[in-house]
C-alpha cells in the first residue's frame, strides 16, 4: 500500500467516542427494555398497552441489541457487548428501582405489602436471567449485519484500498509469471540450437 493510499485513509474513532456512544445507546436501550418489562409485568400500572411476557423477555432485549449493534458498527466488536452490559444493567436499575419505590421512599416498610408482590419478584428474576445473554446476541448480530451492509466510512475506504492493491497485486503476478515464461522460452530455444551446433555432421 503506497503513501498516497495511507493518506487517504480516515484516522480511527478516539476512544473517547466509542464510550460516549456505548453510553447512550446502551442508556437509550436499557431504558426502552425496561419499559417494556414493567408494561408486560404490571399492565395495571401503566398507561402503555399491555404486551406478551415473552415478547418482552425474548424479542425486545434481542432487538434493542440488535439496533444497537447496527449503530455501534463502527467500532470494534467488544464496544457492542460493552453496550449490551450496560443495556442490562441500566434496564435491571430502572426495574428494581420501579417495583422497589414504595421500599425505598418509605411509604412501604414491608414487602409483602407490596402489590402483587411475587409478581414483581418474578419479573425481576426473569429479567436478570434472560437480558443479558440475549442483548448480547443482538448485539452480535447487529454488528455482524453492520459490519456486512452498513460499514463505516473507514471500513469502506480500507475496502476500496484492500480492492485496488488486490488489482495491483493481481497485474504484477501476472506479467511476473509472463516474464518468467519468456525467459523459460528463450533459454529452451538456446538449448535447442546449442545442441543442434554440436550433433555431428551426418556421413555420407
Not at 456512544?21 to 418489562?37: E, K, Y
Not at 423477555?57 to 458498527?73: D, K, Q, S, T
Not at 511476473?176 to 555420407?204: C, D, H, L, W
Request: aromatic share 12%; net charge negative.
Amino acid at each position: 500500500m503506497d503513501q498516497e493510499s495511507l493518506r487517504t485513509i480516515p484516522k480511527p474513532k478516539k476512544r473517547l467516542y466509542a464510550v460516549l456512544h456505548s453510553i447512550v445507546w446502551g442508556t437509550a436501550s436499557g431504558i426502552i427494555v425496561a419499559n417494556f418489562f414493567f408494561s408486560a409485568f404490571f399492565p395495571e400500572f401503566t398507561p402503555f398497552p399491555a404486551l406478551d411476557v415473552g415478547i418482552a423477555i425474548l424479542v425486545v432485549p434481542a432487538f434493542c441489541g440488535f439496533i444497537m449493534g447496527i449503530m455501534l458498527n463502527e467500532y470494534e466488536m467488544r464496544i457492542a457487548i460493552y453496550a449490551s452490559f450496560l443495556m442490562t444493567m441500566i434496564s435491571l436499575a430502572f426495574i428494581f428501582v420501579t417495583v422497589f419505590l414504595p421500599i425505598i421512599t418509605g411509604t412501604v416498610t414491608d414487602i409483602v405489602q407490596l402489590a402483587s408482590g411475587e409478581e414483581q419478584r418474578q419479573a425481576l428474576v426473569l429479567s436478570s436471567i434472560f437480558v443479558l445473554p440475549i442483548s448480547v446476541i443482538g448485539g452480535i448480530f447487529g454488528k455482524a449485519f453492520g459490519d456486512v451492509y452498513l460499514p463505516s466510512d473507514e471500513e469502506r475506504t480500507l475496502r476500496r484500498m484492500l480492492a485496488k492493491d488486490t488489482k495491483l497485486w493481481h497485474r504484477l503476478l501476472q506479467k511476473y509469471f509472463e516474464k518468467e515464461i519468456e525467459e523459460e522460452t528463450v533459454e529452451e530455444e538456446e538449448v535447442e540450437e546449442n545442441s543442434s551446433e554440436m550433433e555431428p555432421p551426418e556421413q555420407g
